[in-house]
């Protein structure tokens, strides 16, 4: 019969809990962040490609910001290294105020439900 000291079980135990823990944790933050994108529009793909590269899409799609504010954002991440062609800054700030403006319905996070993290465990 094998046999394993306390220390030998008591650290495959937190190990085994661990990369539950990890998985777990993973298998949501890799579920919410594929949920969100940015919407439809004329500069969709220029907000994808200039702010993308540094930030998840929950990052901006949060925001509601008036026209003087996101126009100050682009100039601001453009200083810090955001590539954004000098013809299409206009149609980016313009493409934000749209849709991410004070107008806009305010934010709500996406929630995820109780279970989900099982569900989506047993699909894989």
């Not at 062609?85 to 849709?99: Q, S, V």
């Not at 107008?103 to 279970?115: D, L, N, S």
């Not at 099982?118 to 699909?123: I, L, N, P």
Request: glycine share 4%.
């Amino acid at each position: 019969m094998f046999k394993c000291s306390r220390f030998d079980f008591l650290t495959r135990m937190v190990t085994s809990l661990c990369a539950v823990l990890l998985y777990s944790t993973s298998a949501g933050f890799s579920q919410s962040s594929a949920e969100q994108q940015l919407p439809a529009g004329a500069a969709q793909k220029k907000a994808e490609a200039a702010c993308l590269g540094c930030h998840e899409a929950r990052i901006i799609v949060q925001q509601r910001l008036d026209k003087t504010a996101w126009t100050k954002e682009v100039d601001k991440m453009t200083k810090w290294g955001a590539e954004v062609d000098p013809k299409d800054r206009d149609a980016l700030i313009d493409y934000l105020n749209t849709n991410f403006s004070r107008e806009q319905p305010a934010y709500e996070a996406p929630r995820i439900a109780a279970g989900s993290i099982e569900k989506s465990k047993r699909k894989r």
